[in-house]
T-cell receptor, first 110, second 113 residues
């Protein structure tokens, strides 16, 4: 069974701090997607990383795909209350199935 | 485009009753997914369709669950009979192609009492 482990499960920090969320697996993925979900809404895609070692930036968010395409990280610089939400990673495996992580619940306190 | 549309947004029903959840995917998308989300188990894939054909229903928890996609613009997820442990948020998502970016609806919060 393929697993995608996210850590931490929960993170509560003050506005202005930096943070990193990790997504790890023993399996190789052809691509990896990061989503953010706000209360009462469905997940919304933030970014897709495809190439090993790839780094993508979305304003204060930096996404990296591991060289071996087994892990990924999301780094947020100077977090703001608007960043609050559930962050989910999902890896696309060799059978074109999306394998989902359990999510990281992030709270940014003003 | 209006995005993926799900109805109802909230459903409260008594144990043993039949529940039908509805989904209208984004026009032109070939793949449709039904997910269930709970605090304990996170986001679980129940079933997905490609070009209206069910491809993988291994995530459907029991025979009480069934899903149909009679045409490219409509899908249903039915639970009969419903049980309290079915309480969850059910999401429908669609993709342009199989397992590319998934566009999610707002979900149906189901409570079975």
């Amino acid at each position: 069974t393929q697993l995608l482990e996210q850590s931490p499960q929960f993170l509560s920090i003050q506005e202005g701090e930096n943070l990193t969320v990790y997504c790890n697996s023993s399996s190789v993925f052809s691509s990896l997607q990061w989503y953010r979900q706000e209360p009462g809404e469905g997940p919304v895609l933030l970014v897709t990383v495809v190439t090993g070692g790839e780094v993508k930036k979305l304003k204060r968010l930096t996404f990296q795909f591991g060289d071996a395409r087994k892990d990924s990280s999301l780094h947020i610089t100077a977090a703001q209350p608007g960043d609050t939400g559930l962050y989910l990673c999902a890896g696309l495996d060799s059978n074109y199935q999306l394998i989902w992580g359990a999510g990281t619940k992030l709270i940014i306190k003003p | 485009d209006a995005g993926v549309i799900q109805s109802p947004r909230h459903e409260v029903t008594e144990m043993g009753q039949e529940v039908t959840l509805r989904c209208k995917p984004i026009s032109g998308h070939n793949s449709l997914f039904w997910y269930r989300q709970t605090m304990m188990r996170g986001l679980e894939l129940l079933i997905y369709f490609n070009n209206n054909v069910p491809i993988d229903d291994s995530g459907m928890p029991e025979d009480r669950f069934s899903a149909k996609m009679p045409n490219a613009s409509f899908s249903t997820l039915k639970i009969q009979p419903s049980e309290p442990r079915d309480s969850a948020v059910y999401f429908c998502a669609s993709s342009p192609f199989l397992n590319t970016e998934a566009f999610f609806g707002q979900g149906t919060r189901l409570t079975v009492v």
